[in-house]
C-alpha cells in the first residue's frame, strides 16, 4: 500500500496563477484533511472532508478551495496564488469516528513558493 | 475553541540525557491528546496517544487534566531522536467534526554527542 500520496512535490507559481494539489490515498479511509506547514505556525487545518461528496471548512480556508469527488482523492485548488500561500501542504486521511483507530496519516508534503 | 502550547521552538539536550517536551492544552470538552513527530525529510507520523498509555520508542506522555499537560518524555535521549515533535488535541465529539486535530507549534528536539 502506498499510504497517501500528493501530487505534486514542489512547485514554483507566480502570484495570480491557478493550481491544483492532489491528494490520493488507498487505504479506504473516510476522512481527509488538507494542511499548511508555516516556521513558527505548526500546522493548520486548510480543509477538510468526511466523506465522498463532503468537504468544510477548517481554520484558515480563505483562497482555497477543496472538492472530494472520489473517496480516495482530496483536491485543493489555488484559484489565484498569493506570496502570503508559499507553504508546504500537507494532506492528511483517517477512518472515521468510532472505528478505534483514530490515526491520522499524513502525506509526504508539498513545498508551494509563490514568486 | 481549542487551543494547543508548545512553548519551546527549540530544545538541545546532550545524548544520554532526560528530554522533556511541553505541551499545554486548552479545551473545553474532554480531551484526546497526540504527539506527531517528524524526522528530517519524512512525513509526519503518529508517535503516541494519550489513550493508549503506551511506550514508543522509550518516549511517554502523561495526560493531566488538572494542570492541563501532556508533557513527552524520555529518560535517555538518543541521537536518533533528533526531530521535530507536534502535540496535537482532537475536537472529537464535535457533530461534523471528524477528527479535526489542532497542533501546537512544534519543537525542535537536537540531540548532541
Known amino acids: 500500500n502506498a499510504g497517501v500520496t500528493q501530487t505534486p512535490k514542489f512547485r514554483v507559481l507566480k502570484t495570480g496563477q491557478s493550481m491544483t494539489l492532489l491528494c490520493a490515498q488507498d487505504?479506504?479511509?473516510?476522512?481527509m484533511y488538507w494542511y499548511r506547514q508555516d516556521p513558527g505556525m505548526g500546522l493548520r487545518l486548510i480543509h477538510y472532508?468526511?466523506?465522498?461528496?463532503?468537504?468544510a471548512k477548517g481554520e484558515v480556508p480563505d483562497g482555497y478551495n477543496v472538492s472530494r469527488l472520489k473517496k480516495q482523492n482530496f483536491l485543493l485548488g489555488l484559484e489565484s496564488a498569493a506570496p502570503s500561500q508559499t507553504s508546504v501542504y500537507f494532506c492528511a486521511s483517517s477512518s472515521a469516528p468510532g472505528t478505534g483507530i483514530d490515526e491520522q496519516f499524513f502525506g509526504p508534503g508539498t513545498r508551494l513558493t509563490v514568486l | 475553541a481549542q487551543r494547543v502550547t508548545q512553548p519551546e521552538k527549540l530544545l538541545s539536550v546532550f545524548k544520554g540525557a532526560p528530554v522533556e517536551l511541553k505541551c499545554n492544552y486548552s479545551y473545553s470538552g474532554s480531551p484526546e491528546l497526540f504527539w506527531y513527530v517528524q524526522y528530517s525529510r519524512q512525513r509526519l507520523q503518529l508517535l503516541l496517544r494519550?489513550?493508549s498509555r503506551e511506550s514508543i520508542k522509550g518516549f511517554t506522555a502523561d495526560l493531566n487534566k488538572g494542570e492541563t499537560s501532556f508533557h513527552l518524555k524520555k529518560p535517555f535521549a538518543q541521537e536518533e531522536d533528533s526531530a521535530m515533535y507536534y502535540c496535537a488535541l482532537s475536537a472529537r465529539g464535535v457533530t461534523g467534526g471528524g477528527n479535526k486535530l489542532t497542533f501546537g507549534t512544534g519543537t525542535q528536539l537536537k540531540v548532541e554527542l
Open positions: 472532508s468526511v466523506g465522498e461528496g463532503t468537504t
Open positions: 494519550h489513550i
Open positions: 487505504m479506504n479511509h473516510e476522512y
